[in-house]
């Protein structure tokens, strides 16, 4: 009997564990659906795609002129134009954690001349993941001149 109750604890133990790793798989694709929502409207200018990866009280909180500045949603929004996507402009979600229905994301931003660092706090709600806040930093791309040798 006690082993057969040692087997059925096992059982039970493991079925938990799996369904807790395919929440958080699943979760996981939907933070990054999330993410590429946001990246899309960036990369062409659109507000729609931007506003809609945005919890309604999201705010943009950055470093500059010697203080922390935010942003409101509304106002961050009313700043975009749709255009094409930049042949230079790339992105990449650098890393995803996850902790029950909240989550952070490092996600670069390479333009001709800028690399953007946004981090994104997440919070899992009716809605879906959406993104509640996001501190941001920027930083010109170094670049090296070639020495170039002069015809004699």
Request: proline letters at 1%; hydrophobic letters at 45%; aromatic letters at 10%.
């Amino acid at each position: 009997m006690r082993k057969v109750f040692l087997f059925v604890s096992v059982i039970v133990l493991s079925l938990n564990v799996n369904a807790q790793v395919s929440d958080t798989t699943n979760d996981l694709a939907l933070i990054e659906k999330t993410i590429n929502l946001y990246l899309e409207g960036q990369a062409t200018g659109d507000s729609i795609k931007v506003g809609s990866s945005f919890h309604d009280t999201w705010q943009l909180k950055y470093f500059a002129d010697d203080k922390v500045n935010v942003v409101t949603k509304s106002k961050y929004i009313t700043g975009f134009q749709k255009h094409d996507r930049p042949k230079n402009w790339s992105a990449r979600t650098v890393f995803v954690d996850i902790t029950n229905n909240v989550a952070v994301a490092k996600v670069e931003i390479s333009t001709a001349t800028l690399l953007f660092v946004d981090y994104f706090h997440f919070i899992k709600t009716n809605q879906g993941w959406l993104i509640v806040d996001k501190i941001s930093a920027r930083t010109p791309h170094k670049t090296v001149e070639a020495t170039v040798a002069k015809a004699k």
